[in-house]
């Protein structure tokens, strides 16, 4: 059993930074090797933008937010951080942290993660 819950989500202006954190607590299986941070706008699909695989050695980024966001895992507390800095109203959507399902080759996918968040509100006005 996997439950994943985010925070941390808000309004800014453009140019601001917000970090969102992700608590994942597991029994019987283990998630931590990949586990990353999606987005969904409104009318859109859900589309990965991070994601960190191996417990923090390797690390998947959508290329519209590379060098502006950077996924780290602090592994004592199990939980997930999504730094995002240089915000655009672009960026506007609602978060969703997940972890793969066991045995799956880590990626951007989204169809290779099996436990979800509830989602956090992100909001960038111009």
């Known amino acids: 059993q996997v439950t994943v819950v985010e925070s941390g989500g808000g309004s800014v202006q453009a140019g601001g930074s917000l970090r969102l954190s992700c608590v994942v607590r597991?029994?019987?299986?283990?998630?931590?090797?990949?586990r990353g941070w999606f987005r969904q706008a409104p009318g859109k699909e859900r589309e990965g933008v991070a994601v960190?695989?191996?417990?923090?050695?390797?690390?998947y980024y959508a290329d519209s937010v590379k060098g502006r966001f950077t996924i780290s895992q602090d592994n004592a507390k199990n939980t997930l951080y999504l730094q995002m800095n240089s915000l655009e109203p672009e960026d506007t959507a609602m978060y969703y942290c997940?972890?793969?399902?066991?045995?799956?080759?880590?990626?951007?996918?989204?169809?290779?993660?099996?436990?979800w968040g509830q989602g956090t509100q992100v909001t960038v006005s111009p």
């Open positions: 997940a972890a793969v399902y066991p045995g799956l080759v880590c990626g951007l996918d989204r169809e290779k993660f099996g436990y």
């Open positions: 597991e029994s019987g299986i283990d998630t931590s090797y990949c």
């Open positions: 960190l695989y191996g417990g923090g050695g390797i690390t």
